[in-house]
């Protein structure tokens, strides 16, 4: 979070269910809202999509006088990030490079559009979703949350159940997007999407199966990409005599 934009959070009541009914509220708006994509018939501008997601998050979040600064709004300075390994783009580049990720992101979901069976073109379309807003950290806060939502309402506008990351699986979840820093390879978010897709499905629902069946298949293709770029990796660096 930027460093000037700490003082524009609210401070936490003193009544915890109530911190905690804004919360649900903001959620649930959020959730509302990745519905209406969902069933419309064209997905509005990707950046309004990500814009609003945030701004209805975070609004409840910020003070009344900084709501219209931070909620919806991309960061005017410099960001810091906890964990992930993730190195936020510098603000003067912050533009040039969402506009960079909108392009790609329109490009993968036209690629899903066109053969909406193909899990793993899914997948890959919503890992890329969320790992290149949260790499680029546009927001002084609440960046991951909106990638989550936006992959929400991707994946129930494609007919898919979304996945829902436990706190059980934060540190997973976190180690995967590190892994992504390290190696500059997002099959190791993908993958742990992937497996996170299928621990809400369940093969023995008729209505499921078929769904199952893609997102398993697309786990195996995932695992052999992975493979095969540390062996190329491997092969490297003997050449190199590293």
């Known amino acids: 979070m930027e460093q000037f934009g700490r ?6 009541s003193l009544n915890p269910d109530k911190d905690l009914r804004i919360s649900q509220e903001a959620e649930h708006m959020a959730i509302q809202f990745g519905n209406s994509i ?4 064209r997905m509005p501008p990707l950046e309004t999509v990500v814009t ?11 003070l009344p006088e900084y709501r219209d600064q931070y909620a919806g709004r991309y960061s005017r300075g410099s960001v810091s990030v906890i964990g992930a390994g993730i190195e936020p783009v510098p603000p003067e580049k912050l533009n040039e490079s969402m506009h960079q990720y909108y392009t790609t992101l329109q490009e993968r979901l036209r690629e899903v559009e066109s053969n909406p069976r193909d899990s793993l073109a899914f997948l890959d379309m919503i890992s890329f979703a969320h790992y ?12 991951g949350r909106t990638a989550r939502h936006l992959m ?6 494609f007919g898919y159940r979304p996945i829902i990351i436990g706190l059980n699986q934060r540190g997973e979840y976190l180690d995967s997007l590190e892994k992504v820093a390290q190696t500059d390879n997002l099959n190791h978010f993908t993958l742990f999407l992937a497996k996170s897709f299928l621990d809400n499905y369940s093969s023995e629902q008729p ?14 293709d995932i ?3 992975i493979l095969t770029v540390d062996i190329e990796s491997k092969n490297r660096k003997i050449t190199l005599g590293l």
């Not at 969902?38 to 018939?41: G, M, Q, V, Y």
């Not at 290149?132 to 960046?143: K, M, V």
């Open 7 to 12: 003082t524009a959070r609210r401070e936490r």
């Open 38 to 41: 969902a069933s419309s018939r």
């Open 52 to 62: 609003k997601l945030h701004r209805l998050l975070m609004s409840p979040f910020f």
């Open 132 to 143: 290149g807003l949260t790499s680029r950290h546009p927001f002084i806060d609440g960046n």
């Open 152 to 157: 929400r309402a991707m994946s129930r506008r």
């Open 207 to 220: 209505l499921d199966k078929h769904c199952f069946a893609r997102i398993k298949h697309a786990v195996s």
């Open 223 to 225: 695992e052999l990409r």
